[in-house]
């Protein structure tokens, strides 16, 4: 069975702030994938990243930034400089090997302040 | 269309009516997902189809709840005799091949049951 587990719920900051949010993942597979997804106001769910098992470098994107450990089943990720548009609400998810289906944690609400 | 498109993104119902939601994937995409997000929770997995089979419905909470999908492509998502505790964002995502991919989202239908 999978699990993802984002424990923070809501997080506010003012511009400019660093923000990182936390991600634990179960699984018992050793092949698996590991997604983060936006969800503005809109409602629309935007994907940001994906990354396998198997490929644990740190990888950064712009403001943003992913630190994968399998040693403690993490995968944070992290606004730098934060901004107002950054507000949002972020799903970690994971899916095993071969598996059709994501499953994700419950999600956590940003808020950046200007 | 370009992106998957859910129609009609918003719906108020009278408590025991049916309901049925419509959504229209990305073109050329074979594996199609409904998600639940109720009020402050994550994406909860309703039910996946590859072409026209559905090869896993064990997210569908009740057998109140069904999906078809015609000709590859659009789907619905009916809900019989519709309870309070049905109220949720409802979405469809979908993707390539439906392994490991990344999911596109659709922004929803508000479902809102009186």
């Known amino acids: 069975a999978q699990k993802v587990t984002q424990a923070q719920t809501e997080i506010s900051v003012v511009e400019k702030e660093d923000v990182t949010l936390d991600c634990v993942y179960e699984t018992r597979d050793t092949t698996y994938y590991l997604f983060w997804y936006k969800q503005p106001p809109s409602g629309e769910l935007v994907f940001l990243i994906r990354r396998n098992s198997f490929d644990e470098q740190n990888e950064i994107s712009g403001r943003y930034s992913w630190n994968f450990q399998k040693s403690t089943s993490s995968f944070n990720f992290t606004i730098t400089a934060s901004q107002v548009v950054d507000s949002a609400v972020y799903f970690c998810a994971l899916s095993d090997r071969g598996d059709y289906k994501l499953s994700f944690g419950a999600g956590t609400t940003v808020t950046v302040r200007a | 269309g370009a992106g998957v498109s859910q129609s009609p993104s918003n719906k108020v119902t009278e408590k025991g009516k049916d309901v049925e939601l419509r959504c229209d994937p990305i073109s050329g995409h074979t594996a199609l997902y409904w998600y639940r997000q109720s009020l402050g929770q994550g994406l909860e997995f309703l039910i996946y189809f590859q072409g026209n089979s559905a090869p896993d419905k064990s997210g569908l909470p009740s057998d109140r709840f069904s999906a078809e999908r015609t000709g590859g492509s659009v789907s619905t998502l009916t809900i019989q005799r519709t309870q309070q505790e049905d109220s949720a964002v409802y979405l469809c995502?979908?993707?390539?091949?439906?392994?490991?991919?990344?999911?596109?989202f659709g922004s929803g239908t508000q479902l809102s049951v009186l």
């Open positions: 995502a979908s993707t390539l091949f439906g392994n490991n991919e990344k999911l596109f």
